[in-house]
């Protein structure tokens, strides 16, 4: 079964620059999250979606940072402008089961790794 | 909100055992733990609901005290492939979680 694929895997970018980061979950898992790791630090949810609808975009710094998932598979994350403190690694994860499917296990993809200079 | 670990980090030999708390200030009714290795995504490990369901890994077994509202991470035996930062999320509408605890088994 193929794992979760995200492209990126690096990027390097000017500050107030735009970057877009792509995921495609595993088949047939209908939710979908987008994570934040900073160096350190644990992942931090930014959107989840199930399907093509947000669930929880409560940490999503929506001044800059935008994302959608149109037909319910592929998803992309992008951020306009941004800033120093945005360099992190961003994860994108699948589960299985929609609505609550925080109680089931969740695979992450390898991440893409933001530098913003 | 975000859930509290402890240690930070942990050095092992092989052979032997570890455990990792995760606490939180509010009632835990799911608690997941994965394990990162470096440069790599984190890989689940197991659930703990309240109720007591259980899953395991390897040899690695973890418990739930809802009355403490922590979770604890057993690791026996430990091997060089432990190596990584284990990370608990607890599920508070949304999965949260802690800062990481960075284990190293050395030969």
């Known amino acids: 079964e193929a794992g979760v694929a995200q492209s990126p895997r690096y990027k390097i970018i000017e500050k107030r620059q735009s970057v877009a980061f792509w995921c495609n979950p595993i088949s047939g898992h209908a939710t979908l999250y987008w994570y934040q790791q900073i160096l350190g630090q644990g992942p931090k949810l930014l959107i989840q979606?199930?399907?093509?609808?947000?669930?929880?975009d409560s940490q999503l710094p929506k001044d800059r940072f935008s994302a959608e998932r149109l037909k319910g598979v592929d998803s992309t994350l992008k951020i306009q402008p941004a800033k120093l403190e945005d360099s992190a690694v961003y994860l994108c994860a699948s589960s299985l089961f929609p609505g609550r499917g925080n109680t089931n296990e969740q695979f992450f993809g390898p991440g893409t790794r933001l530098t913003v200079l | 909100q975000q859930p509290v670990q402890s240690p930070q980090a942990v050095i092992l030999r092989e052979g032997e055992d570890a455990v990792i708390n995760c606490s939180s200030s509010?009632?835990?009714?799911?608690v997941h733990w994965y394990r990162q290795k470096h440069g790599e995504a984190p890989v689940f490990l197991m659930i703990?609901?309240?109720?007591?369901e259980q899953k395991g890994h390897e040899k690695i077994s973890a418990s739930f005290n809802e009355k403490k509202q922590q979770s604890s991470l057993y690791l026996t035996a430990s091997q060089l492939s432990y190596s990584g930062t284990y990370f608990c999320g607890l599920l508070a509408g949304k999965l949260i979680f802690g800062q990481g605890t960075t284990l190293q088994v050395k030969p």
């Open positions: 979606f199930q399907n093509n609808g947000v669930v929880d």
């Open positions: 509010k009632a835990l009714y799911s």
């Open positions: 703990l609901l309240k109720g007591g």
